[in-house]
């Protein structure tokens, strides 16, 4: 069974870092793009991070210089730390693992407070 299951959201004033994990199982992580998605309501879900086995990454403008995404292939983990965190990087932030097939985790929620 495949999971993904992720940690670390919680509430933090703007200004703060928060570091998400995401704890892969059931897959062979190395064959997997992993990354970070964020939704907020009304509002489409919107890639914030990608990581490739071989550390290749790619942001989000909005998060460039800021947040920085980082995989433990020994540990089957994906890492997102987010520093100077703003409110409108308030959302639900989801882990990705794209490759053979897709599979999303459930979510963390992330509120930046103004």
């Known amino acids: 069974q495949v999971q993904l299951v992720e940690s670390g959201g919680g509430l933090v004033q703007a200004g703060g870092s928060l570091r998400l994990s995401c704890a892969a199982s059931?897959?062979?992580?190395?064959?997997?793009?992993m990354g970070w998605y964020r939704q907020t309501p009304g509002k489409q879900r919107e890639l914030v991070a990608t990581?490739?086995?071989?550390?290749?990454?790619n942001y989000a403008d909005s998060v460039k210089g800021r947040f920085t995404i980082s995989r433990d292939n020994a540990k089957n983990t994906v890492h997102l730390q987010m520093n100077s965190l703003k409110p409108e990087d308030t959302a639900a932030y989801y882990c990705?693992?794209?490759?053979?097939?897709?599979?999303w985790g459930q979510g963390t929620q992330v509120t930046v407070s103004s």
């Open positions: 990705n693992a794209r490759g053979p097939y897709l599979y």
């Open positions: 059931g897959i062979i992580f190395r064959r997997y793009i």
């Open positions: 990581i490739t086995s071989g550390d290749t990454t």
